[in-house]
């Protein structure tokens, strides 16, 4: 698990990302009909702490999602992407994987994780202009929250089920 201060941190940073957002849905700048691929593996490589992999996995716990479900939907993700497979580009460096994440549904319906539960890096990559169809899409600033170790959601979630299933 993590200490309830990096939950509340990483709770704190969220907010203001999602005040940003808002911000951008003022000036016309969403997802909304995207059909950009930002979540599949064409572009995503996002990585999460272990405080964003909690917050998801009690999310799912919260809403009776079925976490055996996810589990194979993570391990499958992990097989296919091969990521869990380490390739290092220089000592100590992990090349980033590209991978199409397991909680992104579809073209028409995008991610499964409301905005409150989503990890940071999702919510800062933006639209920069109205109706761009994500070909203009970038990560707006946003302070870095590590409590340790980043990794492919995927890894994370596991991770995070691993530590949950052990409490019960």
Do not use: W
Request: glycine content about 6%; charged content about 20%.
């Amino acid at each position: 698990m993590c200490p309830q201060g990096q939950i509340e941190k990483l709770s704190h940073l969220r907010s203001g990302l999602l005040a940003q957002m808002q911000e951008l849905e003022q000036q016309n700048l969403n997802c909304t009909g995207c059909l950009a691929p930002c979540c599949t593996f064409h572009h995503n490589s996002m990585r999460i702490s272990n405080s964003e992999g909690v917050v998801l996995v009690n999310y799912l716990v919260s809403q009776k999602i079925d976490l055996s479900h996810v589990k194979k939907k993570c391990q499958a993700t992990i097989q296919e992407f091969r990521l869990d497979k380490d390739i290092f580009v220089k000592a100590g460096t992990r090349l980033r994987r590209h991978y199409t994440c397991p909680f992104f549904t579809d073209h028409q319906l995008g991610c499964s994780i409301p905005p409150e539960f989503k990890p940071l890096g999702c919510l800062a990559f933006n639209p920069t202009e109205p109706l761009g169809k994500g070909q203009t899409c970038k990560s707006i600033a946003y302070p870095e929250f590590k409590d340790g170790e980043k990794l492919e959601i995927p890894l994370m979630i596991l991770k995070a089920l691993e530590n949950i299933l052990r409490v019960f």
